[in-house]
């Protein structure tokens, strides 16, 4: 069974740091593509980032460009992302996705919430 | 980037009744490859998202029959051919064609009337 468990959430102030991670299991996770997903308060569904396997490749959506780094650690089926310079509007429920024909799985979410 | 435009925002249904929601692309989703990368997300109050169809029309695993997707192009509908209680939530069109970014719908709220 696929399960994907993030952690790592929490509340910051504007301008730290915080860095989510995504336990996989139940499939090979070193030959599957994977993005964060996030989710703000009462809204729809905001792709923010996404990490190919080897060679790894990385993509982000433009809000997040030079403030967000998504990587990961094949050896320990972990995908994680780092989220520098946070602001008000990166509140929200963030999830792990695995890539297959679009994305097939989610994890359950990690709340991140940015407020002084 | 591309556009995803779902209609109606807001869907109230009839238990038993049929439901269908439409999703529009600002360019076509189909790729060099042949296929067109459009799902379909359902997501329950308090639950993460959970894939219903992929390329437009393959069922996921598990997945009751009384869904259904189809279209081409930049034209896509979810039906739903007899609406139950546990289908209330938000369902979602994700393209996976052109990116980055992939981008998604803004989401139809199903509610039973």
């Known amino acids: 069974e696929v399960q994907l468990v993030e952690s790592g959430g929490g509340l910051v102030q504007p301008g730290e740091s915080l860095r989510l991670s995504c336990a996989a299991s139940g499939f090979t996770f070193s030959n599957s593509w994977m993005s964060w997903v996030r989710q703000a308060p009462g809204k729809g569904l905001e792709w923010v980032a996404i990490i190919k396997q080897e060679p790894i490749e990385t993509y982000y959506v433009d809000s997040v460009k030079g403030r967000f780094t998504i990587s990961r650690d094949n050896a320990k089926s972990s995908l994680y992302l780092q989220m520098n310079s946070l602001r008000a509007e990166d509140t929200a429920v963030y999830y792990c996705?695995?890539?297959?024909?679009?994305?097939?799985?989610w994890g359950q979410g990690t709340l991140v919430t940015v407020s002084s | 980037d591309v556009v995803m435009t779902q209609s109606p925002l807001s869907l109230p249904v009839t238990l038993g009744q049929p439901a269908s929601i439409s999703c529009r692309s600002s360019?076509?989703?189909?790729?060099?490859?042949?296929?067109?990368?459009l799902n379909w997300f359902q997501q329950r109050p308090g639950h993460s998202p959970r894939r219903l169809i992929y390329?437009?029309?393959n069922r996921d695993s598990g997945v009751p029959d009384r869904f259904s997707g189809s279209g081409s192009g930049t034209d896509f509908t979810l039906k739903i051919s007899r609406v139950e209680a546990e289908d209330v939530g938000v369902y979602y069109c994700?393209?996976?064609?052109?990116?980055?970014?992939?981008?998604f719908g803004q989401g139809t709220k199903l509610e039973i009337k």
């Open positions: 996705a695995r890539h297959m024909n679009g994305i097939d799985y």
């Open positions: 390329n437009v029309s």
């Open positions: 360019q076509s989703l189909v790729y060099s490859d042949g296929n067109t990368y």
């Open positions: 994700m393209q996976g064609t052109h990116w980055p970014p992939f981008t």
